[in-house]
């Protein structure tokens, strides 16, 4: 079957704690995202990478970091700097210009 | 700065009535409109709109765009409970590379109660 998988479900960070959310594609897309939603908010873009070794930060990238070393993989960390980082996060991937694919998610809370 | 807002934000209506959920955007660049179905977790695809006045229509949902007006609207016909989810739009724009870039509206929160 392919598709995206996140990785954890459940997420709880203490204060002052780097955490990395994994987000694993078998569709062969070249291009992946990654999405913080909050309660009664939509989607807002966190970074985005086009293709192996290349990424950009999106909209809200500040305290948060990534990396694309496989085309499959794209795991986000979640950095000390990031004040507010309870959230609903999504991982995404599309091919060229067609809909984007969503992972289940990954509910990341601070204690 | 792109920008998509949906309207009403939430709506509650009786199995069987019909919807009208509404988007407009200000997007440079623009490249396609898409609609998502959000319930629990992932958004799961409904439509992608490239082109003004062609409808696109599965089952009892069906949207249009208006790329003149900057606007499309979703509807839902016969609704059911099944319906009950958050509905996102989200508007794509061409990107300096191979992959389109989207940005999303707050999403109109339905409820179809019996």
């Known amino acids: 079957d392919g598709g995206i998988t996140q990785s954890p479900k459940y997420l709880f960070r203490k204060e002052g704690q780097n955490v990395t959310l994994s987000c694993e594609q078998n569709l062969n897309h070249d291009a992946m995202y990654w999405y913080r939603q909050d309660p009664g908010q939509g989607l807002r873009l966190i970074y985005y990478s086009q293709i192996v070794n290349d990424f950009q930060k999106g909209d809200i990238a500040e305290g948060y970091s990534v990396s694309r070393e496989k085309k499959e993989s794209f795991p986000l960390t979640v950095t000390s700097a990031q004040k507010n980082p309870t959230a609903f996060y999504l991982c995404?991937?599309?091919?060229?210009?067609?809909?984007?694919?969503f992972g289940p998610g990954t509910r990341l809370t601070v204690l | 700065e792109d920008k998509v807002v949906q309207s009403p934000l939430s709506l509650v209506v009786h199995e069987g009535d019909t919807v009208t959920l509404n988007c407009s955007y200000e997007v440079t660049n623009f490249r396609s409109l898409l609609w998502y179905k959000q319930e629990k977790k992932a958004p799961t695809f409904l439509f992608m709109l490239?082109?003004?006045?062609i409808e696109k229509k599965s089952g009892r949902l069906s949207s249009i765009l208006d790329k003149k007006e900057l606007f499309s609207i979703l509807n839902i016909t016969a609704t059911q409970t099944g319906d009950s989810a958050i509905y996102l739009c989200?508007?794509?724009?061409?990107?300096?590379?191979?992959?389109?870039?989207?940005?999303f509206g707050t999403g109109t929160r339905l409820q179809v109660t019996l």
């Open positions: 989200a508007v794509g724009s061409l990107n300096t590379g191979t992959a389109s870039k989207l940005t």
């Open positions: 995404a991937s599309t091919a060229g210009y067609n809909e984007q694919f």
């Open positions: 490239t082109s003004s006045g």
